[in-house]
C-alpha cells in the first residue's frame, strides 16, 4: 500500500526558516516523482514545487520560486521542502503527493494527510 | 503559465440531478488535464485522468470530456455523498496548476 507521510510544520515568524519531509514506503520511490502542493485555511488547492524521480529535475510555483527548494533522498525515500524567508502568506496545510511516473508532468495519485505550517509573528 | 479557470465556483443541486462543471485553459493542454474530489475536511482524491480516464473506484456516474482547452466533470445523478468541491488541474508541464474549485452542495 503507497503511503506517504508528512512532518516538519509548525509555527514559524515571518522571515523564518522551515524544513518539511516526506516519508514514502510502499512503492519503488526512484521511479515516481513527487510534488508539494498547499492550501491555504478556507482556500483553494496550490501546485508549489516538483521533482523528477531521480532528482535531477525540479519546477516551481512562482510564488515561492527562490525562496522554497525542494530535494529527495531517493536512499532514504524521503522527499524535502526547504522553505526560507517565509512569508503570512505561506500559511497553509502543505501536501506530499506521488505522480504516477518519474516525470512531473502528472497527475497525483496517492497523497499524504498534510503538515499544517503557520507563519505568525 | 497557463491559467486554469473553473466554472461555476459553487452549485447547489437536487439529488438525482446531472451537474456539470467546467475547466477552460488559457492554452491548450491536449488532454493532460486531472480531476478532483476533496470532501470537507479530507484530502484530495484523484477522479479522472487524461481528461477522461475514470480513476479505479471511482462510481460511473462521474465522466470527464473535452481536450485542448475545454474540458467538463459531469455527474450523472449526484448523490448525497459527492457534496465536496471539484478542482481541476492541468499537468502536461510545470507548473501543474490547479482550477480555483467547484463547490458542490445539495439543494
Known amino acids: 500500500e503507497v503511503q506517504v507521510l508528512e512532518s516538519g510544520g509548525g509555527l514559524v515568524q515571518p522571515g523564518g526558516s522551515l524544513r518539511l519531509s516526506c516519508a514514502a514506503s510502499?512503492?519503488?520511490?526512484?521511479?515516481?516523482?513527487m510534488s508539494w502542493v498547499r492550501q491555504a485555511p478556507g482556500k483553494g488547492l496550490e501546485w508549489v514545487s516538483g521533482i523528477s524521480g531521480s532528482g535531477g529535475t525540479s519546477n516551481y510555483a512562482d510564488t515561492v520560486k527562490g525562496r522554497f527548494t525542494i530535494s529527495r533522498d531517493n536512499s532514504k525515500n524521503t522527499l524535502f521542502l526547504q522553505m526560507n524567508s517565509l512569508r503570512d502568506e505561506d500559511t497553509a496545510l502543505y501536501y506530499c503527493?506521488?505522480?504516477?511516473?518519474?516525470?512531473?508532468?502528472?497527475?497525483?495519485?496517492?497523497w499524504g494527510q498534510g503538515t499544517l505550517v503557520t507563519v505568525s509573528s | 503559465d497557463i491559467q486554469m479557470t473553473q466554472s461555476p465556483s459553487s452549485l447547489f443541486a437536487s439529488v438525482g440531478d446531472r451537474v456539470t462543471i467546467t475547466c477552460r485553459a488559457s492554452?491548450?493542454?491536449?488532454?493532460?488535464l486531472a480531476w478532483y474530489q476533496q470532501k470537507p475536511g479530507k484530502v484530495p482524491k484523484l477522479l479522472i485522468f487524461?481528461?477522461?480516464t475514470l480513476q479505479s473506484g471511482v462510481p460511473s456516474r462521474f465522466s470527464g470530456s473535452g481536450s485542448g482547452t475545454d474540458f467538463a466533470l459531469t455527474i450523472s445523478s449526484l448523490q448525497p455523498e459527492d457534496v465536496a468541491t471539484y478542482y481541476c488541474q492541468k499537468y502536461n508541464s510545470a507548473p501543474l496548476t490547479f482550477g480555483g474549485g467547484t463547490k458542490v452542495e445539495i439543494k
Open positions: 510502499g512503492f519503488t520511490f526512484r521511479m515516481y516523482a
Open positions: 503527493a506521488k505522480s504516477e511516473n518519474p516525470y512531473i508532468g502528472s497527475n497525483l495519485r496517492d
Open positions: 487524461a481528461a477522461s
Open positions: 492554452q491548450g493542454i491536449n488532454n493532460y
